[in-house]
């Protein structure tokens, strides 16, 4: 558990941004290979993966209150 809270900055800042790298790259084997199952994996990449790097990226727009 200290591992953990030691790098929880390289576990919520870098795993987002590879769950999206990782999500073209199975979208690409998946239009090579002709594989359904890896552009299934490759939208759970995204769908996990963008909307937390969304929330870590600093120019995102600031809702008016």
């Given at each position: 558990?200290?591992y953990i809270?030691?790098?929880?900055?390289?576990?919520?800042?870098?795993?987002?941004?590879?769950?999206?790298?990782f999500s073209?790259?199975?979208?690409?084997?998946?239009?090579?290979?002709?594989?359904?199952?890896?552009?299934?994996?490759?939208?759970?990449c995204l769908?996990?993966?963008?909307?937390?790097?969304?929330?870590?990226?600093?120019?995102?727009?600031?809702?008016?209150?």
């Amino acid at each position: 558990m200290d591992y953990i809270l030691k790098n929880l900055h390289y576990i919520v800042t870098h795993v987002p941004i590879a769950l999206l790298v990782f999500s073209f790259i199975f979208d690409l084997i998946a239009m090579i290979a002709k594989k359904r199952e890896w552009h299934s994996a490759g939208m759970l990449c995204l769908v996990v993966g963008a909307p937390r790097g969304y929330r870590k990226c600093p120019n995102r727009p600031i809702p008016m209150a």
